[in-house]
């Protein structure tokens, strides 16, 4: 059966890494936990992959942050929480060994600061393990792309052959444990494709979604459509 026409999605679970410090963010409360579109950041991808039919998703929170994060989470079913690490990596890591069982084959790892999740993103990642062990997000980069070094620009970098990486990335569970598990290089990989890749896995690239942006800055958190200004009458 074609997939576009397919509404069932294989059975999953996920590991959403809510652990950070939200520096760049600032602010008292970390990102994930500060209120957008009336909820908790967090909650806005629980409850999507929830709604999308995962089995369980382990969300990952800092040390201190449980009574933040169960509040966030208050109600829904199928939760599990974890304790962060030191970095992304060792959060996801954590994530993974609290789902481990014999029944999961197939694994979202997401990021806690991206809320919107659209399910064709869910469905083309998770129809992509069928072919590869891992399958990741991309978008097209459209600016040119400058070398910055001290305030001057030092060269350019042909924008063709790249690609912005979004989460969810999607994964066999058994392959992206153990890649992380044979993991060499200090533990601070930028993503989980990186760790699948470098354990001789091929990853998969799938169509991202520009409404998986990540929440990074406190102007991510404003809301375009309330703040834009009333239109200008000309007549
Ligand atoms: N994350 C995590 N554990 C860490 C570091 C990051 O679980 N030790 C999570 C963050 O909570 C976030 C995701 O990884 O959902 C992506 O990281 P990023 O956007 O960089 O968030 P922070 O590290 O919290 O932000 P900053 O880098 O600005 O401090
Ligand atoms: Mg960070």
Known sequence: MAHDSDHTLPTFSAVIVAAGKGLRAGGEVPKQFRPWQGKPLIRHSVEALLAQGAQFVCVVIPLGGEVMAREALAGLDRVVLAPGGKTRQDSVMHGLLTLAGPDIERVLIHD??????????????????????????????????????????????????????QTPQAFRFEDIISAHESWKGPRDAGDDAQVLRAAGHDVALVEGDERLKKFTFKEDFVDQQASALPPVRTG
């Open 112 to 165: 806690a600061a991206r809320p919107e999740l659209p399910r064709e993103v869910t469905a083309r990642l998770l129809h992509a393990l069928d072919h590869a062990p891992g399958a990741i997000p991309v978008l097209p980069v459209v600016d040119s792309l400058a070398i910055a070094a001290e305030g001057l620009m030092a060269g350019h970098a042909p924008r063709e052959q790249l690609r912005r990486v």
